[in-house]
């Protein structure tokens, strides 16, 4: 029998609450989360092929501090429960300060209550694919829709209390959703921000073609309106223009309160601004030819988020989406004058909003992810703990045995037979990380006594260090294989006694970028000119890549052929310090500024630096899939 709603929102309300409590606890522990810095990035898109400058030394960069340091707008990649946690927290690597109370605006627009399998579209040279999900956000989605609307509104709950802590007592928050939820969400925000703290209920009324059917056509949206306080929050009016003709008339009508307390509309002679914008917002969708559409399916207008960053908040405040989409909110924020944090768990969402911000040339931003995956991400999942004992299944695929509990009591070690190599499996929740690795060679050392020949790491999800990592501990004998991302599904339909009878399973190596060397001249001006260009891309092989059969055949064509087309993005700090990735130029598809061609990026770039005997220049490049390489060249001028 199909579970009540109306019953069942009791229970949701109390764990949902005993989650956020059981979080907030952990912010003052030794385990909170922090957040690990990718890329400080300068925007500063290829435009001819050739870069004068030099990398920037901003003063203290990473003191964030609201209460006069330099504040770094935040791209955060990872699960919005765990940003949100690490905000809360604070982050002392780069100087930031706990958040708490200190949001002045938070928009919203999650995913509605469709089951929809979130899908990339992706286009090759001669090739037009839909990629599936990574792993972690297969997790994730599966998670939110197990028990429809029931698993939406236990995904939602926690979240919004997190975003309650974070807002300031000056703050508001709208919530962007359509008919699927829209009623229960009102429900969920009246308990958790309080029904006296609504303000509107906006409906966002946008044209579009309609067909016949059985139904009206649903030509609308609805933005839930909270403020933290509503009698204390920013609210600046905004007004619909009046036509020429009304304007001319020279009177307005202006709202008074009398000596009761009540409130009045007068007609006054003062200039009229326009006309009050009241709670229905006729707005278009974006035209398809437009120059903001970017190709993100859920894309919001920038004339949407402009009417409710302008209303509720001002010049210098701070605006956070934790869903962060096509980047929208963050771009309107930034051209407004606010600062902005946003967030997505989708790693397609991050890199174009990473795009879209070096386009529109923002001040320098940080690019993060969740620093601490392993032992944090998805803390609360159910559906993860339940996978169980999914590491024993990884090693029988790869033909490895596991010890014993008496032998080793973490079940992601197992050994391959007759031989002294010892195997790691990573958890389907996690990213492997530079720290995974280095757990791995400590394992090797130790376990058992140690005297093992090798380790090999077999993980889902990788971090952006993870090939600096390789690098790292290339001497220690440590190799890593990705394990195929539908390995989960295969799981399912087949069963583990089936796909050990197949042999079908692959464990592939990770992708790698190869940088031709980087060539030295001096010039007039006693700058060393740096040439540095691309020379391949080796991608992991089609089979572990989340794609629907039919389309791996072809991606291998595009493999052996044009591999350099499978890099969407890539970037160079030419003056590396080992620490912090200052990303100081970049190129990626879609940037037609510096050729006519949207599916290639330009794979070779010139860059007068300060003159210097040694240096070090990263580069780090990412694909179509999402894939992470960085490559670290030692030169001497």
């Not at 400080?40 to 001819?48: E, G, H």
């Not at 990649?77 to 690490?86: K, R, S």
């Not at 509990?405 to 010892?422: A, C, I």
Request: aromatic share 10%.
């Amino acid at each position: 029998m199909a579970k009540s709603l109306i019953e069942e929102l009791p229970r949701i309300a109390s764990e949902g609450r005993q989650e956020a409590q059981r979080i907030i606890e952990r912010l003052s522990s030794g385990t909170r989360i922090g957040l690990q810095t990718n890329e400080l990035v300068l925007p500063r898109k290829d435009v001819s092929g050739f870069f004068r400058g030099q990398v920037p030394n901003i003063p203290n960069a990473f003191n964030a501090a609201l209460d006069g340091g330099s504040w770094m707008n935040r791209l955060v990649y990872g699960d919005n429960l765990l940003t949100m946690q690490a905000l809360l927290a604070g982050d002392p690597q780069t100087g930031l300060p706990s958040l708490r109370g200190k949001v002045d605006l938070i928009y919203i627009d999650p995913p509605f209550d469709s089951k929809a399998d979130y899908r990339t579209k992706v286009t090759l040279p001669g090739l037009d694919f839909q990629q599936k999900p990574t792993v972690v956000e297969q997790f994730a989605y599966a998670d939110t829709w197990e028990e429809g609307t029931i698993s939406y509104l236990k995904m939602i709950y926690p979240r919004l209390i997190l975003m309650k802590e974070l807002l300031s007592e000056r703050g508001s928050i709208y919530v962007h959703i359509d008919w699927h939820i829209g009623s229960y969400m009102k429900v969920i925000l009246d308990d958790i921000f309080g029904k006296e703290n609504f303000v509107n209920e906006i409906i966002w009324y946008y044209r579009r073609w309609n067909i016949a059917g059985s139904s009206f056509a649903t030509n609308h949206d609805t933005i839930l309106y909270y403020g933290k306080n509503k009698s204390n929050r920013v609210y600046n009016q905004l007004y619909i223009p009046k036509s020429e003709k009304s304007s001319a008339q020279g009177k307005s009508w202006k709202s008074v309160i009398d000596e009761n307390g009540v409130r009045h509309s007068i007609m006054t002679d003062e200039p009229t601004k326009g006309v009050p914008m009241p709670d229905v917002w006729d707005v278009s969708m974006i035209n398809p030819v437009a120059k903001e559409r970017i190709g993100y399916a859920t894309q919001k207008p920038e004339a949407l988020l402009e009417r409710i960053i302008k209303a509720s908040s001002n010049e210098g405040d701070l605006v956070c989406d934790f869903f962060g989409g096509s980047g929208t909110t963050a771009a309107v924020a930034e051209r407004l004058g606010r600062r902005w944090i946003t967030c997505d768990i989708g790693k397609p969402a991050s890199l174009v909003m990473r795009k879209r911000f070096i386009d529109q040339e923002v001040n320098p931003f940080l690019y993060q992810s969740i620093g601490d995956y392993q032992k944090e991400a998805f803390h609360n999942n159910k559906k993860l703990r339940r996978v169980g004992d999914l590491s024993q299944v990884v090693l029988g695929l790869f033909g490895a045995l596991p010890f014993s509990p008496e032998q080793v009591s973490d079940r992601n070690f197992g050994y391959v037979k007759g031989t002294r190599n010892l195997v790691m499996v990573d958890s389907p929740n996690r990213l492997t990380t530079a720290a995974t690795v280095r757990r791995a060679v400590e394992a090797k050392a130790s376990l058992l006594g140690g005297d093992w020949d090798k380790v090999i790491v077999l993980g889902w999800n990788f971090a952006f260090d993870i090939s600096q990592a390789i690098e790292k501990y290339k001497n220690s004998n440590v190799e890593v294989l990705v394990i195929p991302p539908d390995l989960l599904d295969k799981l399912s339909k087949k069963g583990f006694k089936k796909l050990i009878a197949d042999k079908t399973v692959r464990f592939s190596s990770l992708q790698y970028l190869v940088v031709n060397p980087v060539e030295v001249t001096v010039n007039g001006n006693g700058e060393d000119e740096l040439d540095i260009s691309l020379s391949n891309y080796v991608l992991l092989s089609p089979d572990n890549i989340p794609l629907d059969d039919k389309d791996k055949e072809k991606l291998q064509q595009v493999m052996e052929q044009d591999p350099l087309s499978l890099i969407e993005y890539w970037c160079i700090d030419p003056d590396y310090d080992g620490d912090t990735f200052r990303s100081t130029w970049q190129d990626y598809r879609e940037n037609v500024d510096n050729d006519s061609d949207p599916l290639h990026c330009v794979y070779s770039t010139r860059i007068a630096m300060p003159h210097k005997d040694e240096r070090k220049v990263c580069v780090k490049a990412v694909d179509v899939f999402g894939f992470e390489s960085q490559v670290i060249l030692d030169v001497k001028c």
